[in-house]
């Protein structure tokens, strides 16, 4: 792929080490003109296969095995791969056979995995399980912890020796659970002042050593309001920060923080139109997100709040087909408005925003629910037939990457956007990237067992998007099938792709199609 502008190399890596090890026969490596890769052959009895990235030192893969230990524990492998997917080691981990994985988080030399009960769970006294993998001398150490059974989860965070699990309980204020999880005390903070109210996220301020609680808090029968509660290491509430949307029409629909220092805090997030109260807080297809918001909070006080209608930015246009455009134009034109009075009413999911060249850059993925109807005959009480549709759910349709980039000032710099063209999926979380090298970012995603790629500078497209394919293992490897693919930032320029294959290879002695988790190593190259 040869690029005059700006070079971009995805290096499905075949040169950076003499060989790489297949975890099903560690003892022969593959040929260097191969690519980084693993297979581990995937059944229908085989659990989900994760990872949880370690920078430089590798990453762990770990899943969930059909190996019991007794009536009530199972086996969970961790298995250790370097940067070259060598693998290191393996261990078991006893777990509850009713919990399932809930969530990661990596510090500078500890994994740390947060397992939950499943709904409705009978005879199990625990009901969170929270395993540190220490990666300089890989021991693992694990913690038990009960929450009351009529809590729903909202967040989980690691600072210093402690873990907190937030929850949210029904017209009741929200909790952090935190645990000490060097002397296993457990201890249960209420935040939201006495109101009923619910938490968006929480943040480790790991810079200043404190907590950033994001909240929706109820002061009446719907009237909602956002704040920032500021906790200390042990839960104690160090300030309370009123943040508002400034106009009555307009809601937030999530909030982040990024800490600047002791005194500032840069909130950010996205908002729709409409009054407040309307707005579930955890309601993933709500469709009502009109466009992005930034401020800054210095000393406890909201300053100078930027709201940016996706229908203000420069490449908006990219996002709607000429009839929505002419439609637009029309509503204009008959109120005698401006764009911003106008949404788009999207799904998005909100990336942690990155701070770049002095700017911060907010990026959203937008998605749309698909169904398909699904006809069948009925018969009425008289034996006449008639039909009937259901719809069915087929996935979550992924459709564009939208970015921003503001000032220190709140101001927009540059904007830009991703197109999707083949993603769907029955799972919801960001599957895009970006990677600046200097003023230019590379954005991509994984689909199909190819990486799609684009090359922007701000407003402008550098390289239009392109596709190439992700190395198989043997030459004359067909791809048959994929699905749960991922590629996720590892170190450096290098990422990982992973997900589940279907592959077929007809110049094997072997004929029939085989079915397995992979994960290769690749690179962005400038």
Same mark, same amino acid.
């Given at each position: 792929?040869?690029?005059?502008?700006?070079?971009?190399?995805?290096?499905?890596?075949?040169?950076?080490?003499?060989?790489?090890?297949?975890?099903?026969?560690?003892?022969?490596?593959?040929?260097?003109?191969?690519?980084?890769?693993?297979?581990?052959?995937?059944?229908?009895?085989?659990?989900?296969?994760?990872?949880?990235?370690?920078?430089?030192?590798?990453?762990?893969?770990?899943?969930?095995? =059909?190996?019991? /230990?007794?009536? #009530? @524990?199972? *086996?969970?492998?961790?298995?250790?791969?370097? $940067? &070259?997917?060598?693998?290191?080691?393996?261990?078991?981990?006893?777990?509850?056979?009713?919990?399932?994985?809930?969530?990661?988080?990596?510090?500078?030399?500890?994994?740390?995995?947060?397992?939950?009960?499943?709904?409705?769970?009978?005879?199990?006294?625990?009901?969170?399980?929270?395993?540190?993998?220490?990666?300089?001398?890989?021991?693992?150490?694990?913690?038990?912890?009960?929450?009351?059974?009529?809590?729903?989860?909202?967040?989980?965070?690691?600072?210093?020796?402690?873990?907190?699990?937030?929850?949210?309980?029904?017209?009741?204020?929200?909790?952090?659970?935190?645990?000490?999880?060097?002397?296993?005390?457990?201890?249960?903070?209420?935040?939201?002042?006495?109101?009923?109210?619910?938490?968006?996220?929480?943040?480790?301020?790991?810079? =200043?050593?404190? /907590?950033?609680? #994001? @909240?929706? *808090?109820?002061?009446?029968?719907?009237?909602? $309001? &956002?704040?920032?509660?500021?906790?200390?290491?042990?839960?104690?509430?160090?300030?309370?920060?009123?943040?508002?949307?400034?106009?009555?029409?307009?809601?937030?629909?999530?909030?982040?923080?990024?800490?600047?220092?002791?005194?500032?805090?840069?909130?950010?997030?996205?908002?729709?139109?409409?009054?407040?109260?309307?707005?579930?807080?955890?309601?993933?297809?709500?469709?009502?997100?009109?466009?992005?918001?930034?401020?800054?909070?210095?000393?406890?006080?909201?300053?100078?709040?930027?709201?940016?209608?996706?229908?203000?930015?420069?490449?908006?246009?990219?996002?709607?087909?000429?009839?929505?455009?002419?439609?637009?134009?029309?509503?204009?034109?008959?109120?005698?408005?401006?764009?911003?009075?106008?949404?788009?009413?999207?799904?998005?999911?909100?990336?942690?925003?990155?701070?770049?060249?002095?700017?911060?850059?907010?990026?959203?993925?937008?998605?749309?629910?698909?169904?398909?109807?699904?006809?069948?005959?009925?018969?009425?009480?008289?034996?006449?037939?008639?039909?009937?549709?259901?719809?069915?759910?087929?996935?979550?349709?992924?459709?564009?990457?939208?970015?921003?980039?503001?000032?220190?000032?709140?101001?927009?710099?540059?904007?830009?956007?991703?197109?999707?063209?083949?993603?769907?999926?029955?799972?919801?979380?960001?599957?895009?990237?970006?990677?600046?090298?200097?003023?230019?970012?590379?954005?991509?995603?994984?689909?199909?067992?190819?990486?799609?790629?684009?090359?922007?500078?701000?407003?402008?497209?550098?390289?239009?998007?392109?596709?190439?394919?992700?190395?198989?293992?043997?030459?004359?490897?067909?791809?048959?099938?994929?699905?749960?693919?991922?590629?996720?930032?590892?170190?450096?320029?290098?990422?990982?792709?992973?997900?589940?294959?279907?592959?077929?290879?007809?110049?094997?002695?072997?004929?029939?199609?085989?079915?397995?988790?992979?994960?290769?190593?690749?690179?962005?190259?400038?």
């Amino acid at each position: 792929m040869n690029r005059s502008a700006f070079f971009l190399l995805i290096a499905i890596i075949c040169f950076f080490s003499s060989r790489a090890y297949s975890q099903n026969n560690p003892s022969s490596g593959q040929p260097t003109d191969q690519p980084v890769r693993i297979e581990i052959p995937a059944t229908p009895e085989t659990g989900t296969y994760e990872i949880a990235t370690l920078g430089k030192e590798g990453f762990v893969l770990f899943f969930k095995s =059909n190996e019991p /230990l007794n009536d #009530s @524990m199972v *086996k969970w492998y961790f298995a250790k791969y370097d $940067e &070259n997917i060598r693998q290191l080691w393996v261990k078991s981990i006893p777990v509850p056979g009713a919990m399932e994985f809930v969530s990661k988080l990596a510090s500078a030399d500890t994994l740390t995995f947060l397992f939950h009960a499943k709904a409705k769970t009978r005879n199990l006294y625990y009901s969170q399980f929270i395993l540190r993998l220490l990666t300089r001398d890989n021991r693992f150490s694990g913690k038990f912890t009960r929450v009351p059974d009529d809590v729903d989860f909202r967040g989980f965070q690691v600072l210093g020796r402690n873990a907190y699990l937030c929850f949210d309980q029904k017209n009741k204020p929200s909790h952090v659970q935190i645990i000490d999880l060097l002397s296993g005390v457990v201890t249960d903070h209420q935040v939201g002042q006495g109101n009923t109210s619910s938490i968006l996220s929480i943040t480790a301020d790991t810079m =200043n050593g404190r /907590l950033l609680v #994001s @909240m929706k *808090k109820q002061f009446s029968r719907g009237t909602y $309001e &956002n704040y920032i509660d500021i906790l200390d290491p042990a839960g104690s509430l160090l300030n309370e920060i009123l943040i508002s949307p400034v106009s009555a029409n307009r809601f937030f629909r999530d909030v982040g923080f990024l800490p600047v220092n002791r005194d500032k805090i840069i909130a950010y997030g996205t908002y729709g139109y409409g009054e407040a109260q309307k707005s579930n807080p955890h309601n993933t297809q709500a469709g009502d997100v009109a466009g992005l918001f930034i401020c800054p909070v210095v000393n406890g006080i909201q300053h100078n709040i930027t709201m940016t209608n996706f229908l203000e930015l420069k490449n908006a246009d990219k996002m709607l087909n000429a009839k929505e455009i002419l439609t637009l134009k029309k509503k204009k034109e008959k109120n005698n408005g401006s764009v911003g009075d106008y949404s788009l009413n999207l799904n998005v999911l909100m990336h942690p925003v990155l701070f770049h060249d002095g700017q911060f850059v907010l990026f959203v993925e937008s998605y749309s629910p698909e169904y398909q109807s699904q006809n069948y005959t009925e018969f009425d009480f008289y034996g006449r037939p008639y039909t009937v549709s259901v719809p069915v759910f087929e996935g979550y349709r992924y459709q564009y990457g939208i970015l921003a980039a503001y000032s220190g000032e709140g101001q927009v710099v540059w904007d830009n956007t991703m197109e999707v063209r083949n993603l769907r999926a029955f799972d919801l979380f960001p599957r895009q990237n970006i990677f600046f090298s200097g003023s230019r970012a590379i954005l991509s995603y994984l689909a199909e067992g190819k990486i799609a790629s684009k090359i922007i500078q701000e407003n402008e497209v550098s390289e239009p998007l392109d596709f190439t394919p992700v190395g198989q293992m043997n030459p004359g490897d067909k791809l048959v099938s994929d699905s749960k693919n991922r590629m996720i930032p590892w170190y450096d320029n290098y990422f990982l792709c992973y997900g589940y294959q279907e592959i077929k290879n007809i110049a094997l002695s072997d004929n029939s199609n085989r079915r397995v988790f992979y994960c290769t190593k690749i690179r962005f190259e400038p």
